[in-house]
C-alpha cells in the first residue's frame, strides 16, 4: 500500500520560506511523477510543482515559478518543495501526490492516485 507523509507546513510572514517533505513509502520501483498541489478554501485544487523521478524534469505552474522548487530524493524516497519568497496567496493545504505515469504523462495528468493528508500553509502579511 503506497503511503505519502507531508511535513514541513506552517505560518510564516510573506517573504519568508518554508520547505515541505513528502515521505514515499509501501512501493518497490519509486513513482515516475510526484508533485505538489494546494487547495485554499473556496477553490479549486491547484498543480504547484511536478518533477519526473526518471530525468528530474520539473514542471510548474506559473504563480510559483522562480520561487519554488520542487526536488526528488530517491534513497530518501523523499519528494521536497523549498518555497521563497511567500506571498499571503499562498496560503492553502499542500498535498502530495505520486502516481506510475511516465513522458508527457507526467506533465499534465490530474488523476493521481496515491495522496497524502496534506499540510497546511499559511503566510500573513
Known amino acids: 500500500q503506497v503511503q505519502l507523509v507531508e511535513s514541513g507546513g506552517g505560518s510564516v510572514q510573506a517573504g519568508g520560506s518554508l520547505r515541505l ?7 518497490t520501483t519509486s513513482p515516475g511523477c510526484m508533485a505538489w498541489f494546494r487547495q485554499a478554501p473556496g ?3 491547484e498543480g ?5 523521478t526518471p530525468t528530474g524534469s520539473t514542471y510548474y505552474a506559473d504563480s510559483v515559478k522562480d520561487r519554488f522548487t520542487i526536488s526528488h ?9 523549498q ?12 498535498y502530495c501526490a ?3 505515469f511516465y513522458g508527457d504523462n507526467c506533465r499534465g495528468r490530474t488523476d493521481f492516485r496515491y495522496w497524502g493528508q496534506g499540510t497546511q ?3 500573513s502579511s
Open 73 to 81: 530524493d530517491n534513497a530518501k524516497r523523499t519528494v521536497y518543495l
Open 48 to 52: 504547484v510543482a511536478r518533477i519526473y
Open 98 to 100: 505520486a502516481d506510475w
Open 21 to 27: 517533505s513528502c515521505a514515499a513509502s509501501g512501493y
Open 83 to 94: 518555497m521563497n519568497s511567500l506571498k499571503p496567496e499562498d496560503t492553502a493545504m499542500y
Open 121 to 123: 500553509v499559511t503566510v
Open 43 to 45: 477553490k479549486e485544487r
